[in-house]
């Protein structure tokens, strides 16, 4: 099983730019996460979603957008990227605690430069 | 909003001697609580989930008690090892935010 597979892990964007990162999980998982990771910091939860079609708003979800189109795969976009965004991005998916064992796998991460 | 707090500062602690870590949380009631490990450069792994019916969980040298008076959960490492050398992070309820994490060096 491949997991949880993050698509790109380098990316060098220019102030401005746009890109999308992709989140593909092959575990049928309901819940699927978006986090930013910067040098000597928490994860910080940009926008989730409980199931296909449906996303939510996290800690930190300004100048992001996210969408859900199909069950396995949630997508990170970045209209206009910012120095501010460099970060290093991780995707999670997980069955909900209330019906399963709610254990979150993660991605490798995606580490952004935004110059 | 909610707040989740962790030891801030890193725990040193000795080989062979048992390591506690701290999640307090305010202004919700989660109906449970998780706990990863991160080391650097990858992905946090699970570790242990304790729900609010549960006081105590043991996997192995972890356990993590549940106090939801208190809104606190401990997470015990007996005998530590080297490799259990990370940072360690607390999730409590549905939405998977996360404390900022506490690291351990054993």
């Known amino acids: 099983n491949a997991g949880v597979t993050q698509t790109p892990k380098f990316r060098v964007l220019k102030t401005g730019q746009s890109m999308t990162l992709l989140c593909a999980q092959d575990m049928n998982h309901e819940y699927m996460y978006w986090y930013r990771q910067d040098p000597g910091m928490g994860l910080r939860l940009i926008h989730y979603?409980?199931?296909?079609?449906?996303?939510a708003k996290g800690e930190v979800p300004d100048g992001y957008n996210v969408s859900r189109l199909k069950k396995q795969n949630f997508l990170l976009g970045l209209e206009s990227a910012a120095p501010s965004q460099t970060s290093v991005y991780f995707c999670a998916s997980s069955y909900s605690a209330t019906r399963g064992s709610g254990e979150a796998f993660f991605g490798q991460g995606t580490r952004l430069t935004v110059v | 909003s909610q707040k989740i707090e962790q030891n801030s500062e890193a725990l040193n602690i000795q080989e062979g001697k048992t390591a506690t870590l701290t999640c307090n949380y305010t202004?919700?009631?989660?109906?449970?609580l998780q706990w990863y490990r991160q080391d650097p450069g990858r992905g946090p792994v699970f570790l242990l989930l304790i729900r609010e019916n549960e006081k105590e969980k043991r996997k192995e040298r972890l356990k993590v008690t549940f106090d939801t008076t208190l809104k606190q959960s401990l997470f015990h490492i007996t005998a530590s090892q080297p490799a259990d050398s990370a940072t360690y992070l607390c999730a409590p309820g549905d939405k998977l935010i996360f404390g900022t994490g506490t690291r351990l060096q054993v």
């Open positions: 202004n919700y009631s989660p109906a449970y």
């Open positions: 979603s409980v199931g296909e079609g449906t996303t």
